[in-house]
């Protein structure tokens, strides 16, 4: 009846909240409306190589050609089969999980999909899972997935002086009860880049043993940290194989493979025993089908070819040395230019930093200063993507930012 229609129906929308956007897509947002040629985007978590730009990995482009002929069709619910099968290979090969048929998985939408699958399936499967532990801080999605799910969404204290909080952390998780699963960031934590130390992952996987907590794995950065996926997934492999753990994987290529918009993930779950894994295995799939029903092929392909093929692993492999070391070394550029400035404060932290973000420790007033005076973007805890910097842009930032903390006087880093 469109406008003649005389109704009294109240919209269902009546009570809608209006929401906040994402801080960090917001960040991109703002970043793409200014014209200013010195701006940098430090906001989003994506790659960009020595002259600013995306990078499409030589072995991305190798792969491509291998794929040119592949088809649009359909995947199976659960993925495209040799994906999974070269995902688990890496992360797990060497593990009596592997070995023994223990592991169950399905490609995921990226990293944020292998989370929604895996809290779906602790659902699903009638495990007595109701809290989960996520770290303060942490990355957006987790708190927004899980709470969603119905799940009770709880905290870890994680970031004290500009380190991990490794005594907090620990006192709140010798608390958690065994109705409970932990999510843990297998490297390169985002947002503070500061990970366990070997010896506190063992003390970590030694309460969450003893204590009967269900440990998931958010996986997002394996190989992109170091350089090298065997490093990346020590922690993981300690839990599930030195430890004999069951556990969620929940993986990523998007920054390890600069496959960010193609979606491409897995989640796993390491289980006790062979008939245990295929029943996850069937829940894992029904989850798939109620949700997005069958996971993107483009990306999957690309990925199989990569990971399937000898020479392209290869190129793989080399890609991920460069992407980390040019972060690595830009960290080392922005400290040593942060120390030839003499700016007022402490900026070890930025070194010491694990993958592709650091917590510079700036307020909220001088990160919006930052971007309202110099241009600069980065999320308002301060968390900068390192990616973003470059021998182009690194000396204008260090100089703006040692402005900024001199100018907002009296607020410097703490030590
Ligand atoms: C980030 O943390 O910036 C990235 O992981 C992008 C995202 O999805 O938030």
């Given at each position: 009846?469109?406008s003649?229609?005389h109704?009294?129906?109240i919209?269902?929308f ?20 200014d ?9 989003q ?29 359909y ?13 688990e290979?890496?992360v797990?090969g060497?593990t ?35 809290t ?7 990355w ?11 799940f ?7 970031y ?31 947002p503070t ?10 003390q ?40 004999g ?11 390890s ?15 006790q025993?062979p ?9 894992l ?9 069958t ?38 550029k ?9 700016t ?27 971007e ?7 999320a ?36």
């Amino acid at each position: 009846m469109g406008s003649l229609g005389h109704t009294s129906k109240i919209s269902a929308f009546q009570e809608t909240p209006l929401l906040l956007s994402d801080g960090i897509f917001d960040v991109t947002r703002r970043y793409n409306a200014d014209t200013n040629p010195n701006k940098a985007n430090l906001g989003q978590g994506s790659y960009r190589h020595d002259n600013g730009e995306t990078w499409i990995l030589p072995s991305v482009r190798m792969a491509k050609e291998a794929i040119a002929d592949c088809d649009h069709e359909y995947l199976a619910v659960a993925g495209l089969k040799s994906l999974r099968d070269e995902v688990e290979k890496l992360v797990l090969g060497n593990t009596a999980a592997f070995k023994e048929g223990r592991v169950a998985s399905v490609q995921s939408l990226s990293g944020s999909g292998a989370l929604m699958l895996a809290g779906l399936t602790l659902k699903t499967s009638n495990t007595n899972i109701k809290t989960i532990y996520i770290t303060d801080p942490t990355w957006p999605p987790h708190d927004l997935i899980f709470r969603s799910q119905g799940f009770e969404v709880r905290t870890l204290p994680y970031y004290k002086d500009h380190s991990f909080d490794f005594e907090a952390y620990m006192d709140v998780l010798k608390q958690a009860e065994s109705t409970s699963a932990v999510v843990l960031h297998a490297c390169a934590h985002n947002p503070t880049g500061c990970d366990p130390t070997r010896d506190q992952w063992r003390q970590i996987a030694s309460v969450i043993r003893e204590r009967g907590i269900f440990p998931i794995f958010d996986a997002a950065y394996l190989g992109f940290n170091t350089g090298s996926v065997d490093e990346d997934a020590w922690a993981i492999r300690y839990f599930i194989d030195d430890l004999g753990l069951e556990a969620g994987l929940c993986l990523s290529f998007a920054k390890s493979m600069g496959l960010y918009g193609e979606r491409v993930g897995l989640v796993a779950f390491v289980t006790q025993t062979p008939d245990t894994a295929r029943a996850v295995f069937t829940v894992l799939e029904v989850a798939q089908r109620g949700t997005v029903s069958t996971p993107p092929a483009y990306g999957a392909h690309i990925a199989n070819a990569i990971l399937g093929t000898r020479t392209i692993a290869e190129q793989w492999e080399r890609d991920l040395i460069t992407m980390s070391s040019r972060i690595r070394g830009m960290k080392q550029k922005l400290y040593d230019e942060l120390v030839r400035l003499q700016t007022p404060g402490d900026w070890s932290h930025i070194v010491k930093a694990t993958g592709m973000f650091a917590y510079l420790g700036l307020t909220l007033a001088q990160v919006e200063y930052l971007e309202a005076k110099h241009h600069i973007y980065m999320a308002k805890t301060s968390r900068i993507s390192v990616a973003g910097l470059n021998d182009s842009n690194i000396g204008y930032f260090a100089r703006v930012l040692d402005q900024t903390v001199r100018e907002t006087s009296g607020i410097v880093p703490a030590n």
